[in-house]
Every structure is written in C-alpha cells, then in structure tokens.
C-alpha cells in the first residue's frame, strides 16, 4: 500500500528556515518522480519543486528558485524539501505526492499535508 506522510511543517518568522520531510512506503521513492505541492487558502494548489525517479533531475516554481531545494536520501526512502528566506506567501498547507513532476492533475497519491505558516 502506497503511503506518504509529511512532518516538519510550524509557525516560522520571515526570512526563516523550515525543513519538511516526507516519508515513503509501499513503494521505493527513487524509481518515481516525486513533487511538494502546496495549496494556500482560497489557491488552487501548485506545484513547488519536484524530484524525477531515475534521473535525479529537479524542478522548481519560479518564486521559490534560489530559496527552496528538493533532495532525497535513497536508503531511507525519504524526500525533503529545505525552506529557507521563508516569506508571508509561502504559508500553505505543503503536500508530498507521486507522481510529482506533471501537474496537479495526473497525481495519484497525496500525502495527508503539513501546515506552514510564514508570520511574524
């Protein structure tokens, strides 16, 4: 059975850092592209980076380049996604899913998502 859980989500100042983790089972992560999505209130949800299965290769959203950055450990089965110079318009409930790299549309399976809010 396929199954994602994110945690690392919080309650983060501006211009701080948060790393969210998300933890695979049912099946090994590095053969599938996965993506973070996150869907802020009132916004359709968008995809944020996404990692591709056999090659590594990796994806970012135009206002998240230079601040985010996808990455996977393998032998833990785990993607996370590093967060840093967080900003107000990042708060958003993020989700884990697969396959992550082709839009919102052709997800299969979404994690239950973690709330990050961007507040002083």
């Known amino acids: 059975q396929v199954q994602l859980v994110e945690s690392g989500g919080g309650l983060v100042q501006p211009g701080g850092s948060l790393r969210l983790s998300c933890a695979a089972s049912g099946f090994t992560l590095d053969k599938y592209a996965i993506g973070w999505f996150r869907q802020a209130p009132g916004k359709q949800r968008e995809g944020v980076p996404c990692i591709g299965g056999t090659d590594g290769s990796t994806f970012y959203l135009g206002s998240v380049k230079g601040r985010f950055t996808i990455s996977r450990d393998s032998a833990k089965n785990m993607v996370y996604l590093q967060m840093d110079g967080l900003k107000p318009e990042d708060t958003a409930v993020y989700y884990c899913?697969?396959?992550?790299?082709?839009?919102?549309?052709?997800?299969?399976?979404w994690g239950q998502g973690t709330q990050v809010t961007v507040s002083s």
């Open positions: 899913a697969t396959p992550g790299c082709s839009g919102t549309h052709n997800v299969e399976y």
